[in-house]
């Protein structure tokens, strides 16, 4: 059975930094993309950073300069570093597996809640 488990959430003044972590079991986890998605109150979830099986990182331009997406494959966990948090990145925070090929499944988290106050 695949896990994604994510933790690290929490309240932080604007400014502050948080480390969010997703830790995943029952995939083989050094071959599936990894990517951070958010959905704030009452917006479309979004992409905010993903990461390639060869550790390659893309982001969203709103995270640009303040977020840092890293993994481990020895401990199978995904990790979101947030620093110069601001008011707008309060979210629901959700890790996802994307498939690494057309007969593999996407797999999600349950998600982690990030306020920001200002």
């Known amino acids: 059975q695949v896990q994604l488990v994510e933790s690290g959430g929490g309240l932080v003044q604007a400014g502050g930094s948080l480390r969010l972590s997703c830790a995943t079991s029952g995939l083989t986890f050094s071959i599936y993309p990894m990517a951070w998605y958010r959905q704030g109150p009452g917006k479309q979830r979004e992409l905010v950073a993903s990461i390639s099986s060869r550790a390659s990182t893309n982001y969203a331009d709103s995270v640009k300069g303040r977020f840092t997406i890293s993994r481990d494959n020895a401990k199978t966990t995904v990790y979101l570093q947030m620093n110069n948090l601001k008011p707008e990145d309060t979210a629901v925070y959700f890790c996802?597996?994307?498939?690494?090929?057309?007969?593999?499944?996407?797999?999600w988290g349950q998600g982690t809640q990030v306020t920001v106050s200002s």
């Open positions: 996802k597996a994307n498939r690494p090929a057309t007969w593999a499944l996407d797999y």
